[in-house]
């Protein structure tokens, strides 16, 4: 099966994520060709094609155009598979390639058998399986579930050109915003979900915390009701955390959360779901009001 | 001004899913269905929008699905859409990306709408897709994943949020497309006196095959329970039963409790 990887550069740098499309392609037997916007003084290690456009030039986000230079990449190598990580840059750009070749899509794939990709639906509560119907096809893959690959080589490079008019203007990129607390560095992490209900019940899980002479942390949605501010959070748009102990409260586990904490060394979940897909990567998952529990689990430690 | 909300009625995600017969996807029997979580922002960003503007721009809101979606449209009529449209489909097989994009574009060609706003994704499928397929159908620039929203003078300043804490701010002429991510706003309750009102507000019903004959081109199969592949274990009980057995665990398995 020949693939056209689609690897990404931000900020002046290639994207780690580009060894986990290689990755990717080793696991699926594929024969990888590589598309960037990047810079040719950046060159991914690897032996195949490399179709080249220049950042400096088309810009480092600027959909339209890097859908036009793909095309253009697509049109000559005449790939099977369209790869892409889905993230903010290949969730952003896959659809305009596969809508312009009409093409099936399947995003965010975790795994594959035959012809069928296997992917997570219902907040990752259930998978299925998904077959695109068109003789070649555009996917993402899930960051993080296909193990990065170094390899050697050099590729031989096609630069790309294009005079495509761009529909957006970049203005920049705004740094993370600092953070007062540094939950990377905990030993214990003890982090609120939506399952707490309403902010006072913040303080239910401070308390747990501070019994177990840990960290606070919390899952996205009690930063973004501004129960909590965004330094606490914990997720792929949040802090990555490796405690010798997580515990995660009224949180349901989507792939986004586990992003940031699933390496921590154990793990006890609360929730009152016992399918909740925490439990998939739980040591310990207590079916249980949080509101009751943690309480109780406070006092006996205290 | 015209703006378009795209918004999609989902499970409730705390749900128990069962398969259905063919398993192609979830048993609809027994589930609760609300407003896809991110178009939830989408709605409220269209109405402060509207608000920003004097109540110059007229919103409509735009669903496709069987009947029970009405719920989630007069939800978003309720919060200050100006107006609807149920795009019903009485055969309940699954549409995929595609045939949904191919709807709403089909819609939305003739209408001219300055701005359009959708989630950037669906809490049930997530598949990221059906927004920025809309805009290409209809050949006007987009953009995802926005976390701040302006408009000014027919340009749309949009926030991009990208991995790590990092942003991006981009630039857009209308007409245009967004898709909104959690966070962007803080979507508001609607309040009795303004879903009363909402009950005199317009909904068009269009039936799915007088505007789009598309075939998918994604079949779905085998939807079901991942399986467990962690040696976890599940602890049910009475609280304190259950408090002493962490304890217990917790002592022998980590060397955090002394
Ligand atoms: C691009 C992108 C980036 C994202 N980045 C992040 C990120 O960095 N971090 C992050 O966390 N999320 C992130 N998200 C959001 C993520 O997809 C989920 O929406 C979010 O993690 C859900 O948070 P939650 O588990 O607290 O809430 P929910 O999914 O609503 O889960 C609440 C849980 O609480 C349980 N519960 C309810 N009441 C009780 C009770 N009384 N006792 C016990 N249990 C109870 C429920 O059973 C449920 O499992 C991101 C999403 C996107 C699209
Ligand atoms: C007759 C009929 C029956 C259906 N039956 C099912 C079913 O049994 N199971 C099922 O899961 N789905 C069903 N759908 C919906 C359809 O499967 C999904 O809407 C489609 O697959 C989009 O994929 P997504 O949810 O991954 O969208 P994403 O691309 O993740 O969604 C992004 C955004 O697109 C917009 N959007 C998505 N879907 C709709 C919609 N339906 N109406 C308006 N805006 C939308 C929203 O703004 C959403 O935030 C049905 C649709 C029809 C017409």
């Known amino acids: ?302 | 001004m015209k703006i378009l909300v795209c918004i999609k009625q989902v499970p409730d995600m705390e749900s128990h899913f069962r398969p259905n017969g063919s398993a192609t996807w979830f048993d609809e029997s027994d589930l609760a269905f609300r407003m896809n979580e991110y178009d939830e922002y989408a709605v409220e960003e269209a109405v402060r929008l509207k608000e920003q503007l004097g109540g110059a721009p007229e919103i409509t809101v735009l669903s496709i699905g069987p009947d029970r979606v009405i719920e989630a449209i007069k939800k978003a009529l309720a919060i200050g859409c100006d107006c609807a449209v149920h795009i019903k489909e009485p055969d309940v097989a699954s549409k995929e990306p595609w045939q949904i994009a191919s709807m709403i574009a089909a819609y939305a060609r003739s209408k001219q709408f300055d701005l359009v706003f959708t989630g950037m994704q669906s809490q049930d499928r997530g598949s990221a897709q059906v927004g920025v397929l809309v805009a290409e159908l209809l050949g006007i620039p987009s953009t995802t994943t926005l976390v701040g929203f302006a408009w000014a003078d027919g340009v749309v300043t949009a926030t991009r949020e990208l991995e790590g804490g990092v942003k991006s701010k981009v630039r857009l002429k209308t007409p245009a497309l967004v898709t909104c991510q959690l966070g962007l706003n803080s979507p508001r309750y609607p309040t009795l006196p303004n879903i009363m009102k909402a009950r005199k507000k317009e909904i068009t019903t269009l039936q799915a095959g007088e505007l789009s004959s598309e075939k998918p081109l994604t079949g779905s199969a085998a939807f079901r329970h991942p399986e467990k592949r962690g040696s976890g274990v599940v602890l049910e009980g009475s609280v304190d039963e259950l408090v002493e057995k962490v304890l217990v665990i917790l002592k022998d398995k980590t060397a955090v409790l002394r």
């Open chain 1, 1 to 302: 099966m020949k693939l056209l990887l689609v690897g990404e550069y931000r900020e002046g740098r290639l994207l780690d994520t580009t060894a986990e499309l290689l990755g990717f392609a080793a696991a699926i037997s594929g024969d990888a060709s590589l598309f960037l916007v990047g810079s040719a003084e950046a060159v991914p290690a690897f032996s195949g094609t490399l179709y080249l456009a220049d950042a400096k030039v088309y810009g480092e986000y600027n959909p339209e155009v890097h859908k036009q230079l793909l095309l253009k990449a697509v049109q000559e190598e005449n790939p099977d598979l369209v790869v892409f990580v889905h993230s903010s840059y290949g969730w952003d750009l896959a659809p305009r390639v596969a809508a312009s070749l009409k093409l099936a899509q399947v995003s965010e794939v975790i795994g594959f058998a035959g012809n069928a990709y296997e992917v997570g639906c219902c907040n990752a509560k259930m998978h299925r399986n998904v077959t695109p119907l068109t003789s070649k096809a555009v996917i993402t893959i899930q960051a993080g579930a296909f193990p990065a690959l170094q390899v050697e080589g050099t590729p031989s490079v096609k630069v790309l050109s294009t005079d495509a008019a761009s529909t957006t203007e970049f203005m920049g990129y705004e740094p993370a915003e600092a953070r007062d607390v540094n939950l990377a560095k905990a030993e214990i992490v003890v982090s609120a979900g939506r399952g707490i209900g309403k902010k006072e019940n913040i303080e239910l899980i401070r308390s747990l915390a501070k019994a177990f002479g840990g960290e606070l942390g919390a899952s996205r949605p009690v930063v973004d009701a501004g129960w909590i501010d965004h330094g606490h959070q914990v997720g792929s748009t949040g802090q990555t955390v490796t405690p010798k102990l997580y515990v995660a409260c009224g949180i349901s586990g989507s792939i986004q959360h586990l992003a940031g904490m699933k390496k921590s060394g154990f793990i006890l979940a609360i929730n009152k779901d016992k399918d909740a897909p925490i439990g998939e990567v739980a040591d310990v998952l207590v079916v249980a009001d949080l509101l009751q529990f943690v309480p109780a689990l406070t006092a006996k430690l205290s």
